[in-house]
């Protein structure tokens, strides 16, 4: 039974692993790419050179505006946040009491008669909070839903190996028609509801991270 102990508190603690280790999730859409649906048209042979179903305009907008349209968002992300606080406070007091005379108590009994008190307290707290984010790069994305209102439901996802890494970045967001500009582009700046994830897979990003022994016993004693 001896023998089996050791065996049973790796086990325990490789479950504890999975709970103490764990990447927070950005809720990118997960469908990354659509596929239009197949709309069969009827088709009608009058012998004419115009033929409805294959007609496409020659000076089309080829800006997205069906599902499975693509196009090319500019990610210009930039945030910066700063706090500051400074909080003071005093408080003193000071007490004197004495007695003087009493009736039928002769006088000179008080020469000793006095009390005296002084308190103090002081406190001075500050503090500071600044943060950063600047993301900056390009990717294409497709539209995966149109909305009532016309607006588009985009999400695109690039994935880059080089030798034992993945990187992958994502990328989700509403946009609206009228903010995409020409050549088919979007700035991220005029797109609601972003979620961008850029994550990495592989020997780089597991060195970066640390060990799950490491954070089980972080857990038990946090200081």
């Not at 042979?45 to 196009?71: C, K």
């Not at 020469?111 to 307290?121: D, F, I, L, M, Y």
């Amino acid at each position: 039974m001896r023998a089996f102990m050791p065996i049973a508190v790796l086990l325990a603690l490789a479950g504890c692993a999975s709970e103490i280790q764990r990447v927070p999730k950005v809720d990118v859409v997960d469908a990354t790419h659509a596929e239009p649906a197949a709309v069969m048209a009827p088709v009608r042979n009058n012998g004419a050179i115009f033929q409805a179903d294959r007609y496409r305009p020659l000076f089309e907008d080829h800006r997205a505006r069906l599902v499975g349209d693509t196009l090319t968002v500019t990610i210009t992300e930039k945030v910066s946040a700063t706090q500051k606080s400074t909080s003071t406070v005093d408080k003193a007091g000071t007490v004197e009491a004495g007695i003087t005379a009493l009736p039928l108590v002769n006088p000179n009994s008080f020469g000793r008669a006095s009390a005296a008190a002084n308190s103090s307290n002081t406190f001075t707290g500050k503090g500071t909070t600044e943060n950063s984010n600047d993301f900056s790069g390009t990717i294409t994305a497709t539209v995966v839903r149109v909305l009532a209102n016309g607006h588009l439901i985009i999400a695109g996802e690039k994935q880059i190996g080089v030798n034992a890494n993945v990187d992958v970045l994502r990328f989700s967001g509403q946009v609206d028609p009228r903010a995409i500009a020409p050549g088919n582009t979007v700035p991220s700046t005029a797109i609601a509801n972003v979620r961008i994830e850029q994550r990495g897979r592989g020997q780089q990003a597991e060195a970066q991270s640390m060990g799950w022994l490491a954070r089980f016993f972080l857990s038990l004693w946090p200081v």
